[in-house]
């Protein structure tokens, strides 16, 4: 899709940004940011340049959490999560960061536009995206925000798929010496809801890793049925849904998963966080058997514990071939076409929904989900109340 910069962008195409850094094309343009392509004119490498529009300025917490994205991530090394190369800040005042540019595609494209997926296939991509979050996990960064569109395909040199983990503008320090990577407003509630653990939605400055580990949890689950475990019209019903209700059996979407498979996915949808898989390790290790050609690099991880019965090991399935093939660029999500069959409604609710969050921002929408659901319960309490009142009256 070709898109175009605002009229009041602080960056043009042909623009030189920080005298290294010529503006090629517009890669993506969302509403608080865009994400060119762009060339090192010493090096003569091709980069991915994100900044701020100048509209986003006026949010502190927004500026914060850009800049924090890049601390984060340059701290990282695993190849499973995307490189910042640079930070700056244009003469008009918008920070910016340098990426690595990617070829490939984010897995929201692969489920939209690709063949179905195997188990092989999606134990694959969420086994290494596993490993980049063990990295992360180790130096107390929680994600907060999994999402198919954050997990990005493309391939290494030798041509296999690698899987790449973006966007941690809204992670979330956990235990960590730089107060600035900590910084979050205690009512802020923010990510995408249908990828959202129980405890995320309730108490999101409390969260610790095995918030990551329910998101991949819900990822595995959308992969090899393109539909959500909790689904719903308005973001009140989903947060009872996610908070009360058994996610849809994975057999009543599709007869061919392996049990051992489902086993997984549903430990990983478990409500209370200590019945889940307590690290990531633990979820790739019960994953590999599936995806053989993967295997874990990584230390064990915070809360290691003993796998249990539903972590068994299962067969190893033939693998499936990856396709990303079409250009794209880290931080900024694929803008592909409608999805075909049912899947396209499902996106279309979901979309409203996930509308609904983007549209209020940061505490305003903290203190939205707080009344949602003292609404809801409220109203409960007082029908059950009503009905034990008067179902025994004379």
Known sequence: MNESLPPHSPVQEGQIIAKKYRVERVLGVGGMGAV??????????????????????????????FLREAKIVARLKSEHIVRVSDLGT??????????ELLEGNDLRHRIDNGPRISASEAAAYVLQA???LAEAHRSGIVHRDLKPANLFLTRRPNGRPLVKVLDFGISKGVA?????LSA????????????????????????????????????LYELVTGKMPFDA????????????????????????????????????????????FQNVEDLAAALSPFAPD???????????APPGPNATPAPAQPAQPVHATSPHVAGQSSASGPASG???ATRSAREQVGDGVQAVQGGSFGKVAGVTFAAFFLGGALLLFLYFRFAGSP
């Open 36 to 65: 060119v392509r762009a060339t090192h004119v010493e090096l003569d490498q091709p980069v991915a340049v994100k900044f701020m529009l100048p509209e986003a300025l006026q949010s502190a917490e927004a500026v914060a959490r």
């Open 90 to 99: 244009l003469e008009t005042g918008q920070p910016f960061i340098v990426m």
């Open 130 to 132: 596993c490993e980049g």
């Open 176 to 180: 960590m010496g730089d107060a600035s």
């Open 184 to 219: 979050t407003k205690t009512n802020a509630l923010l990510g995408s809801p249908y990828y959202m653990s129980p405890e995320q939605m309730t108490s999101p400055k409390d969260v610790s890793h095995l918030t990551d580990v329910w998101s991949l949890g819900v990822i």
């Open 233 to 276: 019209d308005t973001l009140g019903a989903l947060f009872l849904a996610v908070y009360q209700t058994p996610p849809t059996p994975l057999p009543q979407l599709r007869a061919d998963l392996p049990p051992e498979f489902i086993a997984i996915v549903m430990r990983c949808l478990e409500k209370n966080p200590a019945a889940r």
């Open 294 to 304: 993967e295997r874990m690099s990584t230390a064990p991880g915070p809360g290691t």
């Open 342 to 344: 049912p899947i396209s």
